[in-house]
């Protein structure tokens, strides 16, 4: 349910991506896409507060900030870390993927959602890098990847959509991240 509705928030997202051209900073996108589907997670009695302090910083020197993490009854149920894309990025991208676990450490699901806001026509090619860049990484042995599995796409069910990649990896322990980026050029 909950990547449903961060689907359905996305998609509204690309219905004003003119207007969100201007904002440049993933902090600005994030505060639009909370606005988008803090209502319909609320419909499902969820919540997702503003930005917390949770787990520990990358540099483990203080906590760390969430992007956004999403509770039931007061208790965190997943997490979605983001990050703008413009085109191959290793570091910025290893670094996110990693930064979630250290921030709440016990969930089954975490999302990472990439917004693209580089060039228009490296879209596709852009997202088959941040596969490979996300399957490079070493992983602490109890979140290892399933690289039996590599990436699994996950059907669009909304096939109108061409602007949205959404993709799972399986990590050790029953852990799953999905990978969901979003086309934000105009």
Known sequence: FILI????????????????KTLKKENELNDVLQVVIKPR??????????????????????????????EAGGKKIALIEA?????????????????????VDYLQRYYVVIYFKGVAANFDHTWEEYKLDVLDIKFPPILELDKTLDFQLL????????????????????????????NLTV
Do not use: C
């Open 83 to 103: 990050l703008v894309l413009k085109g191959k990025e290793k570091a910025k991208t290893q670094k996110h993927i990693l930064k979630g676990f250290d921030y």
């Open 41 to 70: 997670l609320a419909l499902w009695g969820w919540s997702i507060p503003d930005q917390s302090r949770a787990g520990k910083s990358p540099t483990g020197k203080d906590a760390g900030e969430t992007d956004f993490v999403i």
């Open 155 to 182: 059907p669009n069910n909304n096939d109108d959509v061409r602007q949205i990649k959404i993709s799972k990896t399986t990590h050790k322990s029953n852990v799953e991240v999905f990978h969901i980026m979003i």
């Open 5 to 20: 509705e961060v689907i359905q928030g996305l998609k509204n997202l690309i219905d004003k991506k003119a207007s969100l």
